[in-house]
């Protein structure tokens, strides 16, 4: 059973950093791409950021280009996003997100780890 | 970028009812596109991918269409459980996009 569990989110302040987590299980991490997707309070859905399986290329939205960096772990079957100058519009929650093989759309999600960016 | 264009934003309907939502893109797309529900509090769940394919697991009464740029998806006989929001998202070229949404409420 493919499982993804976020975790990092919480509350900071303008300005500041966070690494949110997520691992991988029941699939062969190493051979997919991942995927950050964030949701403001009440809004739709945002992509954020994108990596491919063997890291070799890395995409973001322009929303977060320059601030955000995504990485990954094979070996911990770990994806990261490394988030800093932080805004209070960064305020959501981050889901990671399994594409299907060859393509950019998403067969799995995580359930979420919610940032709080506030002072 | 590809900006993605869902219509309506929002929906009545009864149990029973034909939901039919669509999704334009602002450049051909092929049929790079996904649509997913999403209820209250929870993640969202893939119900179609490259535009007609049916997730396994998900019920037939769900079927997408179209290709290019005009996307449908429609919900046949909608049952209580439907009752959520539904995006589409384009898979043709970063940043990946998706629609506003579409919420479908109970009449």
């Known amino acids: 059973e493919v499982q993804l569990l976020e975790s990092g989110g919480g509350l900071v302040q303008p300005g500041g950093s966070l690494r949110l987590s997520c691992e991988a299980s029941?699939?062969?991490?190493?051979?997919?791409?991942m995927t950050w997707v964030r949701q403001a309070p009440g809004k739709g859905l945002e992509w954020v950021s994108g990596?491919?399986?063997?890291?070799?290329?890395?995409y973001y939205a322009d929303s977060v280009r320059g601030r955000f960096t995504i990485s990954r772990d094979n070996s911990k079957n770990t994806v990261y996003l490394q988030m800093n100058s932080l805004k209070v519009d960064d305020t959501a929650i981050y889901y990671c997100?399994?594409?299907?093989?060859?393509?950019?759309?998403?067969?799995?999600w995580g359930q979420g780890t919610l940032l709080t960016v506030s002072s | 970028d590809i900006q993605m264009t869902q219509s309506p934003s929002s929906v009545s309907a009864s149990v029973g009812d034909r939901v039919t939502i669509t999704c334009r893109a602002s450049?051909?797309?092929?049929?790079?596109l996904a649509w997913y529900q999403q209820k209250p509090g929870k993640a969202p769940k893939v119900l179609i991918y490259?535009?007609?394919s049916l997730q396994s697991g998900v019920p037939s009464r769900f079927s997408g269409s179209g290709s290019g740029t005009d996307f449908t998806l429609t919900i046949n006989n909608l049952q209580p459980e439907d009752f959520a929001t539904y995006y589409c998202?384009?898979?043709?070229?970063?940043?990946?996009?998706f629609g506003g949404g579409t919420k479908v409420e109970i009449k």
């Open positions: 997100a399994k594409p299907y093989s060859n393509t950019w759309q998403f067969d799995y």
């Open positions: 029941g699939f062969t991490f190493s051979g997919y791409a």
């Open positions: 990596i491919t399986h063997g890291a070799d290329d890395t």
């Open positions: 450049q051909d797309i092929s049929s790079w």
């Open positions: 490259t535009a007609s």
């Open positions: 998202q384009q898979a043709k070229g970063f940043p990946l996009t």
